[in-house]
Nanobody, 123 residues
Framework: QVQLVESGGGLVQAGDSLRLSCVVSGLRFSTYAMGWFRQVPGKEREFVASISWNGGRTDYTDSVKGRFTISRDNAKDTVYLQMNNLNSKDTALYYC????????????????WGQGTQVTASS
């Protein structure tokens, strides 16, 4: 059974930082591309960042470039999202997702998902 478990969300002030973690089990993590997505009520789930199986390729949505960093530790079956200088527009439920092959930016391309962790940045 594949499981993705996110953690690290919380309530912070604008300008603060958070680091999200996602621990994966039930698949060969080191061969999967990983993505972070976010969603607010009433809106579609949107792409935040992705990373290839070996960390050699990373991609970000424009609004987080320079503030967020995606990374992974294949020895720990874990992917991270370091989020700096948070603002109110970053408030959302954050999900990690896994797919075999190259990383993608569409949620439809990811078959495996976690339950999400809430991030709230108050101004």
């Amino acid at each position: 059974q594949v499981q993705l478990v996110e953690s690290g969300g919380g309530l912070v002030q604008a300008g603060d930082s958070l680091r999200l973690s996602c621990v994966v089990s039930g698949l060969r993590f080191s061969t999967y591309a990983m993505g972070w997505f976010r969603q607010v009520p009433g809106k579609e789930r949107e792409f935040v960042a992705s990373i290839s199986w070996n960390g050699g390729r990373t991609d970000y949505t424009d609004s987080v470039k320079g503030r967020f960093t995606i990374s992974r530790d294949n020895a720990k079956d874990t992917v991270y999202l370091q989020m700096n200088n948070l603002n109110s527009k970053d408030t959302a439920l954050y999900y990690c997702a896994a797919r075999s092959g190259a990383p993608k930016s569409s949620p439809a391309d990811y078959p495996f998902w976690g339950q999400g962790t809430q991030v709230t940045a108050s101004s």
